[in-house]
């Protein structure tokens, strides 16, 4: 079982940046490939961006690569979301989500995923 605590959403110009964690419970935390999905409204959750469990290979969705990097410290239980170059249609409520290593380098579906948090919302104003 692993509990996970998204943080760090808040209300941004276009143009203006955020950091989101989420923090990880357990002692298992490196055994697990992390993604972070988002869900605007009245659509469906998609996929953001997904790192491999020691954080040496990422991917990204078209909508969000050059400006969105993930990151992860495994010392600290935690993966990261630094979000640049904000714009209103990445307005959601973005997920972080857990899924044990099992050899695939990239998750990038929902049913992949084992574990999710509870979300945290962003708004980007234009």
């Known amino acids: 079982q692993v509990e996970l605590v998204e943080s760090g959403g808040g209300l941004v110009q276009a143009g203006g940046s955020l950091r989101l964690s989420c923090a990880a419970s357990g002692r298992t935390f490196s055994s697990y490939a992390m993604g972070w999905f988002r869900q605007a409204p009245g659509k469906e959750r998609e996929f953001v961006t997904t790192i491999n469990w020691s954080g040496s290979s990422t991917y990204y969705a078209d909508s969000v690569k050059g400006r969105f990097t993930i990151s992860r410290d495994n010392d600290k239980n935690t993966v990261y979301l630094q979000m640049n170059s904000l714009k209103p249609e990445d307005t959601a409520v973005y997920y972080c989500?857990?899924?044990?290593?099992?050899?695939?380098?990239?998750?990038?579906?929902?049913?992949?995923?084992?574990?999710w948090g509870q979300g945290t919302r962003i708004t980007v104003s234009s």
């Open positions: 989500a857990a899924k044990k290593a099992s050899g695939a380098t990239r998750y990038t579906r929902r049913d992949e995923y084992d574990y």
